[in-house]
């Protein structure tokens, strides 16, 4: 069956297909989801790149299925003290305002206890109608025992053991889940991430007898970590703790040799495909785990949900069909400057009015407006652009004004002082350069400011970025980037024509060590010679430059192109018809 016949099946789909033996989906876990902001169950551009995969999955038709936890405390509310220290409340938030509650219950034995799983519907509808189910796995209400109700309360919070119950109810539970609700034909399971690998322990379990091969024809698995320090290990001293003794003895023998288990290893191990999420991160994980056979297929953004809704209408009139295929966007060239223009500076006026209703600054609509939002992770470097303060007041005084934007996870205290810094840095030029804070960022803020500022900032130490999203979104808005040549970047960057690059070029050999020190002076010397030069003095060139961001590379990193690459590489499933 192509994916094109089973989205003329229309709504029903689910309650038709789950019981038919033809229906053989692919079952897409992740530790988040992203769906929309009002659904705090994500922290950043994994969960949001998860969302957007399964919302080009519907638009096209793809069956597929969602599974991740529901996380009640979501990913907390940002606020700061007297020091500009960042200060964490939970979220308030309502499940049964957003989800529907599912009767279906599935057990885990963790830590010696059976620990209850239900599970949240979300369903998202695509473009032509087709719904796509993501299911919120949830262990917070009466029957658990206190301490497991909390399992599901905090985006990666707690401590190693809490984490790994959390992998439990993902990896187990989820399969479990899955089966619970009638699918009894998964195709694949796609692990985004390492966190969901314990599922391949269930895999081996149902099968009855112990068959590597067998589990990993049914697994494949994608990577987005590009330094050691950043995969999960669990020592087995400590997973004994919490693992049944059936489940420990299949892992011992999977792991042979091992003191414990990485979960990209287990990913990496059992898995009939691997990926990473750009070529530059592909280059950088075959070296990590001696795996040259690791693919990449490079991120994209939903393009329906990050458009701007004067850009759409702008797409919507000059290309029709965009939206279900994103590469017509390469038509972009041909849409009247002016209107690309008119179209972008509306964005900017609304993101200025909430800058405005937020922290009562007046920002001005015709000046050149730099970006940066995202997580407040130390690799991401916010403070780069105020490391000479003297030197960004000689070049942007009435020249230029800043938006920036972002959380530091609630344990990362060199991301609170990062952001410490930024906001003390911010304080010392506001006199001379207009810069602001945007508390919260979520999904509505991130779509606020790609859309709205003129150029995005992006200075990631190499080779830490192994995609970056936000960049995208800016380019299906027009908005150039002006970013470190890593991750996606070096495969969109066309230098003054995309955007601009910051620091030396990539280097083919993956063991140079890069003078960083550099990127500073490089970001200063372009921003005062070409960058404010051409914003002020040759409006149509900066045009020009807008519509070749959008024809080159909205029309290519869009999730659309992603979801089509992972059936053809990775999932197996035939395109024809669609
Ligand atoms: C797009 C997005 C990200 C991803 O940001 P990058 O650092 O560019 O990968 C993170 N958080 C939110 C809320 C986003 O919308």
Redesign the pocket.
């Known amino acids: 069956m192509t994916a094109a016949s089973h989205r003329e099946l229309g709504s029903s789909i689910q309650q038709i297909l789950v019981s038919d033996p033809a229906f053989r989906p692919v079952a897409y876990l992740s530790m988040e989801i992203?769906v929309k902001?009002s659904l705090p169950t994500?922290?950043?551009?994994l969960?949001?790149?998860a969302g957007d995969i399964l919302k080009s999955g519907a638009d096209l038709g793809v069956p597929m299925v969602g599974i991740s936890l529901l996380y009640r405390k979501g990913y907390f509310d940002q606020s700061f003290n007297s020091e500009q220290w960042q200060v964490e409340k939970p979220v308030q938030w309502q499940p049964v305002q957003e989800l529907t509650l599912l009767p279906n219950q599935v057990t885990v034995t963790m830590q010696g206890r059976d620990v209850i799983i239900r599970t949240w519907l979300y369903e998202i509808t695509g473009t032509t109608g087709y719904p796509l189910p993501v299911y919120f796995l949830d262990t917070d209400f009466d029957g658990n025992h206190p301490d497991d109700r909390k399992i599901t309360w905090d985006l990666y919070g707690g401590d190693q053991i809490y984490r790994l119950c959390q992998e439990l109810v993902l990896g187990i539970g989820g399969l479990r889940m899955l089966r619970d609700l009638g699918y009894s034909n998964i195709e694949t399971f796609h692990m985004n991430e390492g966190h969901a690998g314990f599922l391949t322990l269930e895999l081996m379990r149902e099968q009855g007898y112990y068959d590597l091969e067998k589990v990993r024809k049914q697994v494949i698995f994608t990577t987005h970590t590009p330094i050691p320090a950043g995969h999960d290990f669990f020592r087995f001293d400590l997973v004994e703790k919490v693992l049944p003794q059936d489940f420990m003895y299949n892992l011992r023998k999977m792991l042979p040799n091992a003191d414990g288990v990485s979960m990209t290893e287990l990913g990496i191990k059992f898995s009939r495909y691997v990926n990473a999420v750009s070529k530059k991160h592909a280059e950088v994980s075959r070296n990590m785990f001696s795996k040259p056979e690791i693919d990449w297929i490079t991120?994209g953004?939903h393009p329906g949900t990050?458009v701007s809704a004067s850009m759409k209408r702008l797409y919507d009139l000059h290309i029709p069909g965009w939206e279900n295929d994103p590469g017509r966007l390469i038509q972009a060239i041909h849409i009247p400057p002016k209107d690309i223009w008119n179209a972008h500076q509306a964005n900017k006026m609304r993101l200025m009015a909430e800058i405005m209703e937020q922290t009562g600054r007046q920002f001005d609509p015709n000046v050149l407006t730099i970006g940066f939002?995202?997580?407040a992770?130390q690799y991401?470097r916010a403070d780069l652009i105020f490391s000479n303060v003297k030197r960004l007041v000689e070049i942007g005084a009435g020249r230029i004004q800043l938006v920036f934007s972002?959380k530091a996870h609630p344990k990362d205290d060199g991301g609170k002082a990062l952001l410490q810094r930024l906001l003390n840095a911010a304080q010392k030029v506001d006199d001379a350069i207009a810069v602001v804070f945007l508390e919260n960022?979520?999904?509505d803020?991130?779509?606020l400011i790609?859309q709205g500022v003129d150029l995005w900032l992006?200075t990631?130490l190499r080779p830490r970025?192994a995609?970056?999203?936000?960049?995208?979104?800016c380019c299906l808005n027009g908005v150039m980037n002006f970013s470190v040549l890593d991750?996606w970047w070096i495969e969109g960057w066309e230098e003054g024509v995309t955007g601009w690059s910051i620091g030396p070029l990539p280097s083919e050999s993956e063991l140079v060590r890069y003078d960083e020190t550099q990127d500073a002076v490089d970001l200063y010397n372009k921003l005062e010679k070409t960058i404010i030069p051409l914003y002020y003095e040759d409006q149509d060139g900066w045009i020009r430059m807008m519509q070749r961001a959008i024809a080159q590379d909205a029309s290519y990193f869009n999730t659309h192109r992603v979801v089509k690459e992972y059936c053809e590489k990775a999932y197996d499933i035939n395109f024809i018809g669609m």
Do not use: C, F, I
């Not at 994500?42 to 551009?45: F, K, M, N, V």
């Not at 995609?467 to 979104?473: A, E, L, N, V, Y």
């Open positions: 992203g902001a994500y922290s950043g551009g969960g949001v790149l991120n953004v990050w939002a995202r997580r992770a991401k972002g960022y979520d999904m803020k991130g779509a790609t992006n990631p970025e995609s970056g999203t936000s960049g995208m979104k991750g």
